[in-house]
């Protein structure tokens, strides 16, 4: 009962086994305990360090009573009515289809629980509930007439989500954001695309960033090397020359070698900075061609002009054909019913016949009266 | 080695082969690089020995016809070359298919997009048809995506030349949902316009984002598709009932498109519906769809770099221990909420339960 009202009060517990536990554990008795350890207890990490879902030590299910201490897999998950609850009692509280919550009887669906990310369940709910309106309400500065106008509004907005988070006429607040969705559908979508296109562009911004900084490292190390290289290769020279010289010349050779070694060095120094600024140009013009690419452009129904030829031939209503007769006398109706058409047969020899006509062979460029024909199609066709 | 051998053997070398990606009935497709540039391709390891008289039909097929296609939205033949016993073509590699995007519930469509993959599928086709090929076997599988969001029309293994007099085609072609009435009916005299039914029935499963005339059987078919539009009079589509199987399936009344189809605007159900039309000859040819007014209506279609990706497309570079599991972490685990503790902790759970489990007899007993 002690653990109970503890925990009513909000003072952390924690159930210590006393070292000669032996006799019974169920004596243990539950010790208030305010260390470290329980405020900046546990919770799962990511790789950077941040908590993305909240536990602690002291986690007990309000519903089951069971704690972590006992039950070391304990998970507690949060409904949408903002109250705790564990895996197991979900599982068989809410897995035959929705039921009402114990602890306030709103009816809740399995799915609609959610890890804890905070220890304050207000800060989650809060956070929930501005998540929900920034989706909504997504009007910018700039679909306003004035300041005062725009004022208003986030003054409004911020009405909504205080209400909202403190349950203060929840009724008329749902109306008022489905009247404004209603009001509003196409801004928001627009507004919404538009955050989309500013998340692309900036992601395609990073990317070029991170290579261009792959790059740079990428040189500078090639040019470390080219450099250790060239004073290692010096050195040999210096030797293989001071072999073949007298003392007199000795110190005339040294200088001369050393002299030459900053000369080049010089050089590169003078050059290189140019070439890496060279390639992030060219980076960041191909990334800026990219991005006007792609705009949306108006359909063009063909992008070649193969039906340009076809004023050069004329398909005449029937032919003598001996070998399409059997399938045009059709008494029946059966080819019409099927879609067949013998037309499109004599059609087919008649464009096989145009087509390529004004093209040279052996793919000659030199055509005297040059006409634009479709290259794709039909050359292909020619040479099958 | 003779100069045959020793030709095959230059180009077995320009592609290199990677892992395993999929196996079909007659073909095992793998991952491949060309070795001089790195570019990904696919490998189609073609099986042979399995047919009595060479090779398959199909492959032959699609040799035939990808090695003439040349289009930006019709999947390109790289080259083709013979390991051992076996053909191989090599393709260009496309990671994802439409079918996998209409499936993936976490994305949405746009009526753009949508008009952008209906105006890449028309230009293949038109493509095709302008080249005297008839595909038969167009569905949303057989369109897959480049990375670019090209769409290409793939599977050539059983398209046909046409316009032709006096031969016979099969009418058991056409995955059965997509197969249009006249070929239900058996006909063997048929053209273009079998295709343009496929598309018709690809544009409505992108808006419904499910098979639109999905039948059970080829009975069951016709069926769905008289409920759907209506059984064809005589008028509709004279001669009908003179077709080979021809049966009476039944009467059903004509019911406007508009009811399946609330939110689409009238430009998009007239395109749908003239696809949809029973007399083939009536349907719309691909040239002619392509200048209608749905594709010049706003919004235009969505450029292809902005068109929807399934997740299995940007993850597929990731090796296979990471997509299953929980070890994926972030964006997959903020969208599906999964109440289940993670796979090691049931894991260990089930372990105890074994142990635990005074059920099952001891031999002794």
């Known amino acids: 009962m002690a653990n109970r009202m503890n925990f009513l009060q909000g003072k952390t517990v924690r159930k210590v086994i006393p070292a000669n536990a032996s006799h019974s554990r169920s004596s243990s008795t539950p010790q208030v305990n305010g260390t470290s350890a329980t405020i900046y207890g546990g919770g799962v990490k990511d790789p950077s360090g941040r908590i993305t879902e909240y536990s602690s030590e002291d986690d007990q299910c309000p519903v089951c009573k069971s704690d972590k201490y006992l039950e070391k897999r304990l998970r507690l998950l949060v409904s949408s009515c903002y109250h705790k609850m564990c895996e197991s009692c979900i599982d068989r509280l809410f897995t035959l289809g929705p039921a009402p919550c114990p602890i306030c009887s709103k009816v809740l669906r399995k799915l609609a629980f959610t890890p804890q990310t905070f220890e304050d369940l207000g800060v989650e709910k809060e956070i929930a509930v501005r998540r929900r309106i920034a989706k909504e309400f997504k009007k910018r500065v700039e679909d306003f007439s004035n300041l005062r106008e725009f004022n208003d509004y986030l003054e409004d907005v911020e009405d909504i989500t205080w209400n909202l988070i403190n349950d203060i006429d929840p009724a008329g607040t749902e109306a008022r954001i489905t009247a404004y969705r209603e009001a509003n559908a196409a801004l928001t979508l627009l507004n919404t695309q538009r955050e989309e296109a500013y998340v692309l562009s900036l992601r395609q911004a990073e990317d070029l960033e991170r290579k261009e900084k792959e790059m740079r490292a990428e040189e500078q190390r090639r040019e470390e090397e080219e450099e250790r290289a060239e004073r290692e290769s010096g050195k040999r020279d210096i030797i293989d020359r001071l072999e073949r010289a007298d003392d007199a010349d000795a110190a005339r050779v040294v200088r001369r070698t050393r002299r030459e070694r900053a000369e080049r060095e010089a050089n590169r120094k003078g050059v290189a900075p140019g070439k890496g600024a060279q390639a992030l140009l060219r980076a960041r013009l191909a990334a800026a061609a990219a991005t006007a690419a792609a705009k949306d452009t108006p359909h063009v129904p063909f992008q070649d002009n193969y039906y340009a030829y076809e004023d050069m031939f004329v398909l005449q209503p029937v032919y003598v054909d001996p070998t399409s007769e059997a399938v045009r006398k059709d008494r029946e109706g059966i080819m019409r019913a099927g879609g067949f058409r013998v037309e499109e047969a004599w059609e087919r020899a008649l464009r096989s016949a145009v087509a390529g006509l004004d093209l040279w062979p052996l793919g000659q460029e030199s055509v005297p009266n040059p006409q634009p024909i479709d290259q794709g199609g039909d050359v292909i066709m020619s040479a099958a | ?365």
């Open chain 2, 1 to 365: 080695m003779d100069a045959v051998e020793k030709a095959n053997a230059e180009r077995q070398k320009q592609w290199a082969k990677d892992q395993k990606v999929g196996e079909g009935t007659y073909a095992v497709v793998y991952r491949g690089r060309e070795a001089s540039t790195g570019r990904k391709v696919a490998i189609k390891k073609i099986k042979v020995g399995q047919f009595k008289d060479g090779l398959d039909m199909s492959a032959i097929r699609e040799v035939k016809y990808l090695r003439e296609l040349k289009h930006q939205n019709i999947i390109e033949l790289l080259d083709v070359f013979s390991s051992k016993t076996n053909l191989n073509l090599v393709l260009e590699f496309l990671d994802s298919d439409l079918e996998m995007i209409i499936k993936d519930r976490a994305l949405v469509f746009l009526p753009a997009d949508i008009k952008s993959w209906m105006a890449m599928t028309f230009r293949g086709l038109e493509f095709c048809h302008r080249n005297w090929i008839l595909h038969r076997d167009l569905k949303p599988n057989n369109l897959l995506i480049a990375s670019d969001g090209q769409l290409k029309i793939a599977d050539f293994g059983l398209a046909r030349e046409f316009g032709d007099p006096g031969y016979k085609m099969t009418c058991q072609v056409i995955t059965r949902w997509y197969r249009p009435p006249e070929l239900l009916f058996g006909s063997r005299y048929y053209s273009s316009a079998v295709d343009i039914w496929s598309v018709g029935c690809i544009f409505a499963e992108l808006m419904l984002r499910t098979p639109y005339l999905a039948g059970e059987s080829d009975m069951d078919q016709l069926k769905t598709i008289f409920r759907a539009l209506g059984t064809p009079t005589e008028q509709d589509w004279p001669g009908h009932t003179k077709l080979p199987d021809y049966v009476p399936i039944g009467q059903f009344p004509k019911t406007p498109l508009r009811d399946l189809f609330t939110a689409a605007s009238a430009d998009t159900l007239n395109l749908l519906s003239q696809c949809l039309v029973y007399e083939p000859r009536k349907r719309i040819a691909a040239k002619d769809a392509l200048s209608h007014s749905y594709f010049f209506a706003h919004p235009y279609p969505s450029h292809p770099s902005k068109l929807p990706k399934c997740a299995a497309q940007l993850t597929a570079a990731l090796p296979l221990e990471e997509l299953d599991g929980n070890t994926l972490s972030g964006k997959t685990n903020r969208l599906k909420r999964k109440l289940t503790s993670p796979p090691d902790e049931t894991k260990t759970r089930s372990a105890v339960a074994r142990r635990l489990d005074f059920t099952k007899p001891t031999p002794g007993s």
